[in-house]
């Protein structure tokens, strides 16, 4: 589980920086999936060169700024851990973290509809579950817990909210608003693929 965990910041920098290595994983999940050495050094080994890159070339190597790309899936993953007393692994969140914010990315018009179940279908066939409970849960006036993790991101990055979204497979973008109700979309989203 810890292994898989991992594989959930490959898809992560992937997604926001390198399409021909979100291509790779895709083609590759089935030996990704079952932890075919070879294929993990090479993930590995392309994950940490790209997060190098982003360290080194991305203009804030010490996240003075609010823009974080590489948190990517994290501003939910980050409330959802939270609110489930770390009963959910931190890969596994921010899997779960990836697929909402790629759905959500769709719903705004940034990302072309369908890639939303490509990344999906990638994370699920590399063994993450996409819905948890937690993603329900509501506080006593019925205002849903993970939108709330929206002000603890904001207080994270210092006061200003930025969120990492998709324009495409490899393309981040930075955004300083969130529609609150396309997040839900996106939850309900999540909820009907692990009904199914």
Not at 56 to 66: C, I, K, L, Q, V
Not at 102 to 115: D, F, K, P
Not at 117 to 123: K, M, Q, T
Request: hydrophobic residues 45%.
């Amino acid at each position: 589980e810890d292994r898989r965990a991992g594989i959930a910041e490959a898809v992560k920098v992937a997604l926001i920086r390198d399409a021909a290595f979100f291509d790779w994983i895709e083609a590759h999940v089935a030996d990704l999936a079952a932890f075919v050495p070879a294929t993990e050094e090479t993930m590995i080994r392309r994950c940490a060169a790209l997060h190098m890159r982003q360290i080194a070339e991305g203009g804030d190597p010490f996240e003075t700024g609010s823009a974080r790309p590489l948190d990517f899936g994290h501003w939910a993953a980050h409330r959802l851990e939270s609110i489930t007393h770390h009963q959910i692994r931190h890969g596994e969140a921010v899997a779960i973290g990836i697929a909402l914010d790629t759905r959500y990315s769709v719903l705004e018009g940034r990302l072309s509809e369908g890639q939303d179940e490509r990344v999906a279908s990638v994370l699920e066939r590399l063994g993450f579950r996409l819905w948890h409970p937690g993603l329900g849960l509501r506080d006593r006036e019925g205002k849903s817990q993970i939108l709330a993790g929206l002000d603890a991101f904001r207080e994270h990055l210092g006061g200003a909210l930025t969120v990492t979204l998709l324009s495409d497979i490899g393309v981040g973008v930075e955004v300083s608003a969130i529609n609150p109700n396309h997040v839900l979309a996106a939850m309900d989203w999540l909820r009907m693929r692990g009904a199914a």
